[in-house]
Every structure is written in C-alpha cells, then in structure tokens.
C-alpha cells in the first residue's frame, strides 16, 4: 500500500537538501555542498475508526487524527469515533 493518507489524500513529496548555504559568520565557502534530493512523508498512524458502526483500520496522518479528535467528524464521515 502506498505511503498516503486515506482521508486527506496527503502523500510523500521530493524536494532538496543543502548541507551549508551560506559561510562560516557570514562569510562564502570556496565550494558549496550539491543539493541532494530527498523525500518529505506525512506522519502517518494506524488508527482504528468507527464508521457508521463498523470498525476500520485506516492509514491517516496526524493532522486528519487532529481534526477527527476535535471535531468528530472530517469531511463526508459523519460519524467518525477514535476507539
């Protein structure tokens, strides 16, 4: 199953990584460090929801976790308890 959240939709994204940018107190290095490519992941948890009655296990990250403990309810699942 792939890295994404089942809620949101929320899913890994590439971006890059830079060792140093700038010098040592403001001065330039002779050679600057490559950008490295890299992987930013949702954090993601297995949670078991109850979804009209019926028990779910989901892959969902914290921020939809979040806004289910809060509100109780995201989007088009009406009645969502954590349990």
């Known amino acids: ?3 994404i959240c089942e809620i949101c939709e929320k899913s890994s994204v590439v971006g890059r990584s830079q ?3 700038r010098g040592v107190a403001g ?5 600057k460090a490559p950008a ?6 949702p954090n993601l ?3 078991t929801l109850s979804i ?6 989901m892959k969902i990250c914290t921020k939809c976790l979040k806004r289910i403990k809060k509100s109780g309810a995201i989007g088009d699942y009406k009645n969502i ?3």
């Open 52 to 57: 009209s009655g019926k028990k779910t296990k």
């Open 27 to 31: 001065k330039r290095w002779k050679k």
């Open 36 to 41: 490295t490519r890299r992987v930013f992941k």
């Open 19 to 21: 060792r140093h940018k």
């Open 45 to 47: 948890q297995k949670v």
């Open 81 to 83: 308890t954590v349990g």
């Open 1 to 3: 199953m792939a890295y």
